[in-house]
């Protein structure tokens, strides 16, 4: 994605750690959504966020719309094996429903 | 509940050939997509279409042609195949998300693997 920095790029934790991405942007999102990619197969909505300061959990994950609305996070608690894969963020603009992503971070969890 | 399929799974082209990728939605949505991703470059979108009878390019829009069929139905064609172009493509469907008008979520088929040699 151009406008959407995600870091980090790949992460190699092992089973039972805490993982923590985050996607920082130069322009103002109303809304942070995040994606899980399991290996061969399509992106599937992990959390959305609509709020600044807005902070909503999905099971293990948990995932904030950062104040300034340029910035969000994703943490993974007390990770898994299957939680192995590619984590997007995507960011959309007021009135835009089409969404910009990051480039993903591959997460690689060693049992 | 199919969702998003997406047909064919794989593919082989040589250089200069064409090919169709369909994809088609039972959601009843308005807005679909086209995305490529290649390593280390996330999703890029080619084309996409924000309800019937309207396309609109997006980010690598170059070397492609898309048609919106129907609600249902969104085509990708590649005229004359290059090896640039040999990627995983994925197709999309939009739907709201948040009791906002214009906030979408994506859902995503299964993806396409092309090779051009």
């Known amino acids: 994605g151009q406008q959407l920095n995600q870091s980090p790029q790949s992460m190699f934790i092992q089973e039972g750690e805490d993982v923590s991405m985050n996607c920082t942007s130069s322009s103002i999102f109303n809304t942070w959504l995040w994606y899980k990619q399991d290996p061969g197969e399509g992106p599937v909505l992990l959390i959305a966020?609509?709020?600044?300061?807005e902070l909503t959990s999905n099971g293990r994950l948990t995932a904030q719309f950062g104040i300034t609305r340029k910035d969000s996070f994703l943490n993974i608690s007390a990770s898994i094996p299957s939680d192995v894969g590619i984590y997007f963020c995507?960011?959309?603009?007021?009135?835009?429903?089409?969404?910009?992503f990051g480039d993903g971070t591959t997460l690689t969890v060693k049992p | 509940n199919a969702g998003v399929t997406q047909t064919p799974k794989f593919q082989v082209l040589k250089t200069g050939q064409s090919m169709t990728l369909q994809c088609a939605q039972d959601m009843n949505h308005n807005s679909m997509y086209w995305y490529r991703q290649d390593p280390g470059m996330g999703l890029r979108l080619i084309y996409y279409s924000a309800s019937e009878g309207t396309t609109d390019k997006g980010e690598v829009p170059n070397g492609y042609n898309v048609s919106r069929l129907n609600k249902r139905e969104f085509s990708l064609r590649l005229e004359s195949a290059a090896p640039s172009q040999t990627s995983v493509y994925f197709c999309?469907?939009?739907?709201?998300?948040?009791?906002?008008?214009?906030?979408?979520?994506?859902?995503f088929g299964s993806g396409t693997q092309l090779s051009v040699l």
């Open positions: 966020l609509y709020k600044a300061g």
């Open positions: 999309a469907s939009g739907g709201r998300t948040g009791g906002f008008a214009t906030n979408e979520k994506l859902f």
């Open positions: 995507a960011g959309q603009f007021l009135g835009a429903g089409k969404s910009t």
